[in-house]
């Protein structure tokens, strides 16, 4: 159980072009999911949090015009990079937050999927 | 963002050692995981810590969530080669979110 899985796994683009990429919450339902990016040999540093039904809420200095968050359903999230440029390349990560019988308490678990590597050329 | 102190960075080691790592924070958390990352995949989940005090384990794996809610460890014990990988904690707070450790690089010498 609490599978999530990502589509496409890896991704080059040309510059200037737009990329969406896919989370799916394969057995349960994610009101909340959460988008990461990681550089190379750096730790998850979390980019925004996307609701279903409402908008994304953004970290500090992402730009929400840039990383384009849509949350249609309880299984699917998508990120769709705009106008790409080789600064974006990287680790793209999403999680999905089971709420399991503890999310009243406060307790939560997070599960992610196996990453969409970018490559902006 | 805010990052909590996760040490050490890297540990060498023969295989059929045990392991400790550990995480603490200034911030007081009600939820710390532990994830393992392999190259080019997602974080795998390894073990979910709810209650301050809290001792879990999993086959070879424990980990305690602590007393006073700032910090965490990770325990693998009789270490193999597949145990090779990058280590992550995280702290989960009321919103939901976690901060996340930078990780410990764990290498195993057959």
């Known amino acids: 159980g609490a599978v999530v899985s990502q589509h496409p796994s890896w991704v080059i683009c040309k510059s200037g072009t737009s990329v969406k990429i896919e989370c799916r919450s394969l057995d349960f339902q994610a009101t909340t999911m959460f988008w990461y990016r990681q550089f190379p040999k750096q730790s998850l540093m979390l980019m925004a949090t996307s609701n279903e039904g409402s908008k994304a809420t953004y970290e500090q200095g992402v730009e929400k015009d840039k990383f384009l968050i849509n949350h249609a359903s309880l299984t699917l999230s998508t990120l769709t990079v705009t106008s790409a440029h080789p600064e974006d390349s990287s680790f793209y990560i999403c999680s999905a937050r089971d709420p399991g019988p503890f999310a009243r308490q406060g307790r939560h678990t997070q599960y992610f999927g196996p990453g969409t590597r970018l490559t902006v050329l | 963002g805010q990052q909590l102190n996760q040490s050490p960075q890297s540990m060498f080691i023969q295989e059929g050692e045990d392991v400790s790592m550990n995480c603490t924070s200034s911030?007081?958390?009600?939820?710390w995981l532990w994830y393992k990352q392999d190259p080019g995949e997602g974080p795998v989940l390894l073990i979910a810590l709810y209650k301050a005090g809290e001792l879990t384990s999993n086959g070879r794996l424990t980990a305690q969530f602590g007393i006073t809610r700032k910090d965490s460890f990770l325990n693998i014990s009789a270490s193999i080669p597949s145990d090779v990988g990058i280590y992550f904690c995280a702290g989960g707070g009321s919103n939901y979110k976690l901060t996340f450790g930078k990780g410990t690089l764990l290498t195993v010498n057959p």
């Open positions: 911030s007081i958390f009600n939820t």
